[in-house]
């Protein structure tokens, strides 16, 4: 005859036990989803510093074109060819 308090002890520690296996994995699928989530950040970050430097090295070299006489510099008329420029457009 088992009495009734070893019957209560086995029911608590199947429960405790259940209650830290569920808890095991839910650390573990929280770690992940977090892990997943730094990983998309850090790829949105690459892809929007790709695109800036893409866009400064587009820009530049529209610039440099436009600067003739390769002073570095734009003079009034070069910069006024330039405002007439349809590769300039798809930035404004």
């Known amino acids: 005859d088992l009495s009734w308090i070893w019957l209560v002890f086995f029911i ?3 429960a405790f036990s259940q209650f830290a296996v569920l808890n095991v994995v839910t650390g573990v699928f929280c770690q992940t989803a977090i892990e997943g989530a ?7 970050m690459q892809v929007q510093e790709d695109t800036t430097k893409e866009f400064v090295s587009q820009l530049t070299e529209l610039f440099q074109d436009t600067d003739v006489d390769q002073s570095g510099e734009l003079t009034i008329d ?3 060819t330039l405002l ?9």
């Open 12 to 14: 608590a520690y199947i």
């Open 38 to 44: 730094i990983r998309d950040q850090e790829e949105v």
């Open 78 to 80: 070069e910069f006024e």
């Open 84 to 92: 007439k420029d349809e590769r300039l457009k798809k930035y404004c």
